[in-house]
């Protein structure tokens, strides 16, 4: 069997996942922690585990996300955005629009009908309104990180959280609590000014529909919602968003692995073991 | 932060010291290309005459006020906006903008910061007079005349007009000749007809070899790499017109490109896209961008800071020929001459894709940069905006910027 692996080494979480003939055979997702090598090998190794299968059948990996560079058995390295279009191009065919937001960073890229990355923006400078400012919040709140959508959706008040730092956002927050605002109403205001964040960036491109929701804060049904009253249209989730880039770097394995066939070359295999 | 060492600080204000450095940076430089050894040439004899117990007059001057001002009063033009990217590349920018950081926000421009810093720990040659414009730079004029406040010296400034309509002339000629006059008198140094027609004559000769330059730069391969045009060819460039160094630097550097291209060589030989790089800046304390471009087979093809915008200046008409050269800026005046020459500039250099460098400090630059973002995008020219800072590295954020420049290099390939 023919198979294929991505890795996506993110701030926050790596993620891992094997593709196959029939598409995805399996994916793992753990904490990058402080070494994004180890994160990217035991994130390989849980997969390899996982689905019983060997790293020697992996024809070609490519390595994505902010770790991709320190990947020493990657065959080759793309970008998270080549890597977001072209998983949530597979998983959504169609999909012209990818907001990604990652641990530190959000990113909305156009996709031309061919799936080609058209054109992409990113955050500035900081990391307001990505995963690591929601884990932030979360703790400063004392909710779980993946109750807060949930939550946010039984308030019907939302409550203006005029900060976006991270650090200011905090203190508001903690503030807000004590004038006694409910944790639920502080989390939809929260929601509502990071969706009109990333929509107020997409204004640099030329939104499209489909728009794919992506990256680990695509879970937070809360973000979700405002996303879609801001844009005035439908936002796509994928079933496990988290992976889309692994995906998308899984499918770039594939295509490099044939193309290299085709040209002759064999830079294809490379072994964890080998490197580490 | 501690200023500097006052032994220490003796030594970098003593001429003695350039004087003893410059053969040894000859001898260390011997393997590099002649007109980079000349530009060092250049900084060091500036340094030792700036320094010198007998010096001439010293004008400080932003980098587009026209040099050709100062050497027609055989004095030192000092560019502290070029001095301050010479201390951010060798990596002590950092100490400078601390320095400074208690009077200047950290929101302005890291230049103008870093200038602040160097002159706080008085490592900078005393100015007699600063002469500044607004030329591209509004913030410039404000800040040079704190500048003079602080070392107590007459400050001269241009305010350039919006347009080049006739009356924008008019109006910049006359304080083109109020400058030369005011001068005179600070500096007890007569208007030298003669003088004022050699420095007019050195920097039409530099610009006529300026523009063989760019012309061969057109040349597929790339024969001389950007990221050296953005160093020092673009200091040259700010630096020296009017100068005879000027002349030794272009002949040379014409040479070196005639070289390379009649070897049918590129500057590293694996050229796979050909880049034009916009902003006259780039950031110059050590980051990967030149090397990440590099390994992707792109290279800056051409820099906006090298276009050669004015015309010859008229022998005959000095001043107000000068007066034409500043409001023949593309950065100055409606945005449609700065999207005419760009559009000329990818046509000329065969560009595959264009990267705008957006200093987070520099207004001017970034205010522009989405419309000319959207202009290009819509004639499907592949456009990257790279947000940074030239000066503070603690502006810069690797991981964002190599991401940011191979997803763009991706959409090109």
Redesign the interface.
């Known amino acids: 069997m023919e198979i294929f692996a991505g890795i996506d080494i993110g701030s926050l979480t790596s993620k891992a996942l094997l593709f196959g003939e029939k598409g995805i055979l399996s994916y793992s997702i753990l904490p990058t922690g402080a070494n994004p090598k180890i994160a990217a090998m035991r994130c390989l190794e849980s997969v390899l585990m996982k689905s019983n299968i060997k790293e020697k059948d992996i024809l070609s990996i490519v390595a994505t996300g902010y770790g991709r560079i320190i990947i020493p058995f990657k065959a080759k390295e793309m970008t998270e955005i080549s890597c977001h279009a072209k998983g949530a191009s597979f998983l959504i065919p169609g999909a012209r629009t990818v907001i990604d937001i990652g641990g530190q960073d959000s990113k909305i890229i156009t996709l031309d009908s061919n799936s080609r990355v058209l054109d992409f923006v990113m955050n500035d400078k900081c990391a307001a309104g990505t995963g690591r400012f929601l884990e932030v919040m979360a703790k400063a709140l004392e909710v779980e990180l993946n109750e807060m959508g949930r939550l946010s959706l039984q308030s019907r008040k939302s409550i203006s959280v005029s900060s976006m730092c991270t650090v200011f956002a905090e203190s508001e927050v903690i503030s807000l609590i004590a004038k006694g605002y409910e944790v639920k109403e502080i989390l939809k205001g929260l929601h509502e000014a990071i969706a009109r964040r990333i929509y107020n960036l997409s204004k640099r491109l030329r939104v499209k529909d489909k728009i794919v929701f992506t990256g680990g804060v695509a879970k937070n049904e809360g973000i979700k919602r405002f996303l879609e009253k801001f844009f005035g249209k439908e936002i796509l989730v994928p079933e496990e968003p988290q992976i889309v880039g692994a995906l998308g770097a899984a499918l770039f394995a594939r295509d490099f692995y044939y193309s290299n066939l085709m040209g002759g070359k064999n830079e294809n295999k490379k072994s964890m073991f080998d490197k580490i | 932060m501690n200023k500097t060492n006052p032994f220490l600080r003796f030594l970098i204000k003593n001429p003695s010291s350039y004087r003893i450095l410059k053969p040894l940076l000859e001898l260390f430089n011997l393997r590099e290309k002649e007109p980079y050894r000349i530009w060092l040439r250049f900084l060091i004899d500036i340094l030792i005459d700036a320094f010198g117990k007998k010096r001439k007059a010293v004008i400080w001057m932003n980098s587009m006020t026209p040099t050709e001002i100062a050497y027609a009063f055989d004095a030192i033009p000092i560019m502290p906006e070029v001095i301050a990217s010479i201390v951010s590349n060798i990596g002590l920018s950092g100490r400078f903008l601390s320095i400074s950081e208690g009077k200047l926000s950290t929101d302005t421009c890291s230049f103008h910061r870093c200038i602040l810093g160097l002159a706080m720990d008085n490592l900078l040659p005393r100015p007699t007079v600063i002469i500044s414009s607004s030329n591209i730079c509004d913030g410039a004029n404000k800040f040079y005349h704190y500048l003079s406040s602080f070392y107590q010296c007459p400050h001269l400034f241009i305010d350039v007009p919006y347009d080049e309509s006739e009356s924008s002339l008019k109006y910049l000629i006359f304080q083109l000749e109020k400058i030369f006059k005011d001068l005179s008198e600070i500096l007890s140094i007569p208007i030298d007809q003669n003088r004022i027609y050699k420095i007019i004559s050195n920097s039409n000769h530099s610009r006529s070899l300026l523009e063989e330059i760019n012309k061969m730069r057109q040349t597929i391969p790339s024969p001389f790499p950007g990221s050296e045009g953005l160093s020092y060819l673009l200091g040259m460039n700010f630096w020296s017109h009017g100068s005879e160094r000027a002349i030794e630097f272009y002949l040379a550097l014409k040479r070196f490109i005639k070289m390379m291209t009649n070897f049918g060589k590129a500057y590293k030989n694996h050229e796979r896209m050909r880049i034009l790089w916009l902003h006259q800046i780039r950031p110059y304390y050590q980051t990967e961008i030149f090397k990440i471009l590099q390994r992707h087979g792109a290279m800056v093809s051409f820099e906006e800071g090298n276009y050669l915008y004015w015309p010859p200046l008229e022998v005959k008409n000095p001043i107000g020929s000068i007066a034409k050269k500043i409001l023949s800026n593309i950065w100055q005046g409606p945005l449609e001459k700065r999207l005419n020459a760009i559009s000329e500039m990818i046509k000329d250099y065969s560009i595959n894709g264009v990267i705008h460098f957006s200093p ?1 400090g520099c207004r001017q630059g970034t205010g522009a940069s ?1 419309i000319i ?1 959207d202009f290009l ?1 819509e004639n499907g020219i592949p456009f990257l905006l790279l ?1 940074g800072d030239s000066i503070d590295p603690n ?1 810069y ?1 690797a ?2 910027t ?3 420049l ?2 763009f290099l ?2 090109v390939v």
Do not use: D, F, L, M
Request: charged share 30%; glycine share 12%; aromatic share 6%.
């Open positions: 987070w989405s973002g995008k947000p502006n954020s991981g964002q190599r991401t940011r191979e997803a991706e959409i």
